[in-house]
């Protein structure tokens, strides 16, 4: 079974609008945390926001807050005002305490913002 | 944050050859990591690069194929032997927050070397 899956493979949204990137995932380990990354086209992997599962919040960073639904198991990402720099691939991906600290990984959602 | 630099950023490289990626991170960090993005595809994590003992490689992939030196706390290599053009991928290279600080939980990602064999 997929540890992380993200149903969107690809999303437009129009500039300066909210946008919402699904991702839930599956674990029995009661402690471990969830990651939002942001790869543009060169490659890089940028780290946008981090969600414990004791954290009582939901995380935010600037225009980037996780909407984190424990029960379901779902962490998504909305993305405010969206700005055409945002056009890249978003993954999500889960560290299970008993696992150590790697990170599995979802498939990823094409993100493409429109002027 | 922890500030990663990759070497190479990109390289053409000729099947059969090996190619060595180097990691530096701007401070001492305890848990360093390796992924491999292929093509249009989500990361796998390679190995764990330990200091001062061996990899920790993970089920697929060995050391004979995927050599990691972790000589201290601040620099690791990743050497892809014997290359074949399924091994064009992104090879990323990514490290824990210090657990002390604000970002501890956080895992931050290099910039990537991208390996195109021919």
């Known amino acids: 079974a997929q540890k992380i899956t993200q149903t969107q493979p690809g999303m437009f949204v129009q500039e300066k609008e909210a946008v919402t990137l699904d991702c839930t995932y599956d674990?029995?380990?009661?402690?471990?945390?969830l990651f939002w990354y942001k790869q543009p086209s060169s490659g890089e992997m940028i780290f946008l926001i981090y969600q414990g599962s004791y954290d009582q919040q939901n995380a935010t960073e600037g225009r980037y807050s996780l909407n984190f639904q424990k029960a379901r198991k779902s962490a998504n990402l909305v993305i405010s005002a969206s700005q055409l720099g945002d056009s890249a691939m978003y993954f999500c991906a889960m560290r299970e305490d008993w696992a150590g600290n790697m990170l599995t990984f979802g498939g990823g959602t094409r993100l493409m913002v429109k002027p | 944050s922890a500030v990663i630099s990759q070497k190479p950023s990109r390289d053409i490289c000729q099947r059969g050859t090996s190619l060595t990626i180097q990691c530096q991170v701007d401070s001492q960090v305890t848990m360093m990591f390796w992924y491999r993005q292929q093509p249009g595809q989500s990361l796998t994590l390679i190995a764990t690069?330990?200091?001062?003992?061996?990899?920790?490689?993970e089920s697929g992939f060995v050391i004979d194929k995927f050599p990691i030196s972790r000589p201290n706390l601040t620099f690791s290599t990743l050497t892809v032997s014997n290359m074949s053009p399924e091994d064009s991928s992104i090879y990323l290279c990514?490290?824990?927050?210090?657990?002390?600080?604000?970002?501890?939980?956080?895992?931050?990602f290099g910039e990537g070397s991208w390996l195109t064999v021919v």
């Open positions: 674990t029995s380990d009661p402690s471990y945390g």
């Open positions: 690069a330990n200091q001062g003992s061996e990899a920790t490689y």
């Open positions: 990514s490290v824990k927050g210090v657990p002390e600080t604000s970002s501890g939980n956080t895992i931050y």
